[in-house]
């Protein structure tokens, strides 16, 4: 089991990141509230990890704090939800924010994240309703500035996408919520606030 990675931030591309520890690229996924909050290319940088291998594949997926982490695996013992629903999930909303529609029994609000529909929703809050209490006081993430991408908007929709999201969806969220100078990452967190009516 990989439970921690720590080494310098090599590539930064939604959803992914390669991670450069002692010499050896590591390749994660990691959930936009991760991706907000991580540092421009070049410095070092500490995740914890969730090891996932199944017959076919190998996946590693990075945070920067236990109670993303510890939702994302909460998250994937509910029927019918895999790693990429969980990743749309902390990629969406806060960890707070989802603990106090978890708590509040908001199936509407769950069902537009990408992923959920509402039998799924259902079953989140009745599975996780005990279980969201110590996500109650997360602080949620905030996006960092920096350098803007070559294409911020192809790059945004590409995210997006990969997040669960119909291309024609991806491309109208972004549209909408793209503004001139905006990074990838701005437009990401903008688009994914409005699909989720925040």
């Not at 510890?70 to 902390?90: D, E, H, P, W």
């Not at 911020?152 to 100078?181: F, H, N, S, W």
Request: proline share 5%.
């Amino acid at each position: 089991m990989i439970g921690r990675l720590r080494g310098t931030l090599i590539v930064k591309q939604p959803p992914w990141i390669v991670l450069d520890v002692h010499g050896v690229g590591y390749e994660l996924e990691v959930p936009m509230s991760t991706l907000y909050d991580l540092p421009e290319p070049g410095r070092e940088v500490t995740l914890l990890t969730h090891y996932a291998a199944k017959e076919d594949t190998v996946a590693l997926y990075g945070f920067l704090r236990e109670a993303e982490r510890a939702l994302f695996r909460n998250l994937q013992k509910v029927s019918g939800i895999g790693a990429r629903t969980a990743l749309a999930v902390l990629s969406g909303v806060s960890t707070a924010d989802f603990a106090r529609l978890v708590q509040a029994g908001d199936v509407v609000a769950l069902t537009r994240i990408p992923g959920i529909g509402k039998k799924t929703a259902e079953r989140i809050v009745v599975e996780l309703r005990d279980r969201v209490d110590g996500f109650a006081g997360a602080v949620p993430a905030l996006a960092t500035g920096g350098a803007v991408p070559k294409d911020p908007v192809a790059e945004a929709t590409v995210a997006l996408q990969q997040l669960g999201y119909k291309p024609a969806e991806a491309q109208r969220l972004v549209k909408d919520a793209a503004r001139d100078g905006d990074a990838a990452e701005t437009i990401i967190r903008k688009a994914l606030r409005a699909a989720l009516g925040g």
